[in-house]
């Protein structure tokens, strides 16, 4: 069954372009339009992978992760990739900081996204992985 990724941002337009680049990825995708519906949808869509606006009304992206931290812990919680518009360094190290396994600056190419997707979902099964047995003999 193909990863499924969910992506979060105000802007329909922005969403729609995501969908289609994921979708002929190969990817499964759920759409939320504010973090207050992105928070609604996790137990019920079980995301892989969440790539998260940061600069959004309400509950914007940063506030997220941190329900995101408590919902899940750090352990199990999916791969977040912050794709905003806030290409700032301070930024940069606040997305980071928070817990996100990578920050893209909008606009970035088909095949960074596609990449950084699929490094994620691999981040995400080697912590899934039992540790191996030292071969001491």
């Known amino acids: 069954m193909p990863a499924k990724v969910l992506i979060v941002d105000d802007e329909p337009e922005v969403v729609r372009l995501l969908e289609v680049i994921l979708v002929r990825a190969g990817?499964?995708?759920v759409k939320a339009y504010s973090g207050r519906e992105c928070l609604s949808l996790l137990t019920r869509e079980n995301p892989d992978v969440i790539v998260l606006d940061i600069m959004m009304p309400g509950i914007n992206g940063l506030e997220v992760m941190q329900a995101l931290h408590?919902?899940?812990g750090a352990i199990s919680m999916p791969p977040v990739i912050f794709l905003t518009a806030k290409g700032g360094m301070e930024s940069m190290i606040e997305g980071l900081q928070a817990g996100?396994?990578?920050?893209?600056v909008k606009p970035t190419s088909r095949e960074k996204l596609i990449e950084i997707v699929r490094s994620a979902l691999e981040y995400s099964e080697e912590k899934k992985r039992p540790p191996l047995e030292p071969d001491w003999q």
């Open 27 to 29: 990817y499964l995708v």
């Open 70 to 72: 408590t919902i899940y």
């Open 100 to 104: 996100a396994y990578k920050y893209l």
